[in-house]
């Protein structure tokens, strides 16, 4: 053997570039289930699950290549490694039992992992074992690390924008050849439709009444699991049954073929009305226009270079109104580089960040769905069902409470990683930690999402059903996020008053009287007492 290509479970391209690339007369790929990437946040089987169904489809797909006898694929429930649950462990067990019968490897060749802990754990191993390691550059990305951090370099403000306007130039996306623009830069390239983003055309509520019919989203792709699935989700619930979440309602994409499906079906039914209602949220909507692509994007089943000019080409064919493939394609040619490039640029200390000194622990009903708030209850119950909530519950309604509530960093970002389907720490963690929590102290965002029960309102029908009222902030009926949103401002007040993005909402505290703040702390302190913390099962840390 003369490479071992460690092929990662989110790194499941059909044309892989380690296979691409190597031969299997020399080479040998390697495949690995660990019960303790399950069990290293406390996992949501829909999670677990996924990765899982796509690693083993994406090893039944080698049978019909030149890698179907060059390949090793270790199950989760492998006997010989039972004793050894994390893939590091399974790993060196492997490394070892080949050395001793004289097959090598003579190196350890991955692509570059998506979370800081494996890639210092493989880099730890190989040391151990005096084995090379060949980290390979991942493109599966259009901005590698090193051209982020260049970017990155010298910059006072790191802003998502300015590097989406970035990409746009150097990509071409959404823009216009020399001499067709006009204005500042006329003669450079310039963006389509005269502007770099129409927000203001998108981030709408619903009508009062709800979609309704007329506005009423068609279906999203969703696969009925085959036998080879259907295996994995009877393993799954055999094997990790305390686990927060089920399995009922699982169909998501765990093949090149279904993933390609759910991109078609998205953009020919689903993108035109994405812009405008990508931030509503109505009860019963669990997935309102939104693509859940962002499974098979994370798993590699889909190249994000063809979701993009998937949007681009269906507005330029007069599909889809162009706000809302420019709001899609910033999704994922700005926010999703963007976020990729600042874990890498700040871990290990994005990980332990905690700038606003919230140290109060999750509530045991994150884990349960079971809450008198109406908005909380619907997000984290269809997160529950599915392992699925939209950008914006998981911003402005899971972020915004944890926020509030001076909820630990690190415990909020262990629940994020742990429920839902497409959570990799590199997408996961900036945006809990630098997003949802201001945790880094606004490293690249201008303020804290801080809002009262209001913008619950505005832009849900939560309210209506919900016991508490979001315009009071002390009382029996009082909203618990109206109430922690008043006494997180009054928690913060220098810092907010400081900030441009925040001195307006402070000078509203401003003009509260000094018994009425009183009673906002102490109806928060109530409240944060009465919500007992849940940790999970004491073998998980």
Known sequence: MRHLLLILGDQLATDHPLLREHDPALDHALLIEAPGEATHVWSHPARIAVFIAAMRQ??????????????????????????????????????????????????????????????????ALCTELNLPLRLIDDLHFLCSRAEFAQWARGKHQLRMEFFYRWMRQRTGVLMEPAGQGSGEGKGQPQPVGGA?????????????????????????????????????????????????????????????????????TFVSTRLAQFGPYQDAQWAGEPFGWHSLLSVALNLHLLDPREVIAAAEQAWRRGEVPLASAE??????????????????????????????????????????GDTDMACLRDAIGQTL??????????????????????TSPQQVAD?????????????????????????????????????????????????????????????????PITTLYWAFLDRHESELAGNPRTALMVKHLSRMAPAEREAVREAARVHLAAQAPHLPPSDLS
């Open 415 to 479: 629940w994020y990683l742990a429920v839902y389907v497409d959570a990799i720490e590199w997408v996961e963690l900036p945006n809990v930690a630098g997003m949802a929590l201001y945790a880094n102290g606004g490293r690249f965002t201008s303020k804290p999402y801080a809002a009262s029960g209001a913008y619950i309102h505005r832009m849900s029908n939560h309210c209506q059903g919900c016991r508490y009222k979001p315009t009071e902030r002390t009382g029996p009926r009082a909203c």
């Open 327 to 368: 709001g899609f394609i910033r999704q994922i040619l700005g926010w999703r580089e963007f976020i990729r490039g600042m874990y890498w640029l700040d871990m290990p200390g994005l990980a332990q960040a905690n700038h606003l000194q919230a140290h109060n622990p999750l509530p045991a009903w994150f884990w349960t």
């Open 58 to 123: 994406f090893s039944a797909a080698l049978a019909g290549t030149p890698w179907a006898q060059a390949n090793t694929h270790v199950r989760l429930g492998d006997a010989h490694l039972a004793h050894l649950p994390g893939l590091i462990d399974r790993l060196r067990a492997l490394i070892e039992g080949w050395r001793a019968q004289g097959e090598g490897p003579a190196s350890l060749t991955v692509l570059e992992p998506g979370e800081w802990r494996l890639a210092q754990g493989l880099k």
């Open 385 to 406: 069902q599915h392992g699925y909530a939209h950008h914006i519950q998981r911003l402005m309604v899971t972020g915004l409470y944890t926020l509030l509530a001076g």
């Open 196 to 264: 770099w983003n129409f927000d203001a055309d998108n981030r709408q509520p619903f009508p009062k009444g709800g979609p309704g019919l007329e506005l009423s989203a068609a279906p999203p792709a969703r696969f009925e699991p085959d036998a080879l699935t259907r295996q994995v989700l009877q393993e799954v619930r055999e094997r990790f049954p305390d686990h927060p979440g089920g399995l009922d309602s699982f169909a998501w994409p765990v093949t090149r073929a279904q993933a390609l499906h759910a991109l078609h």
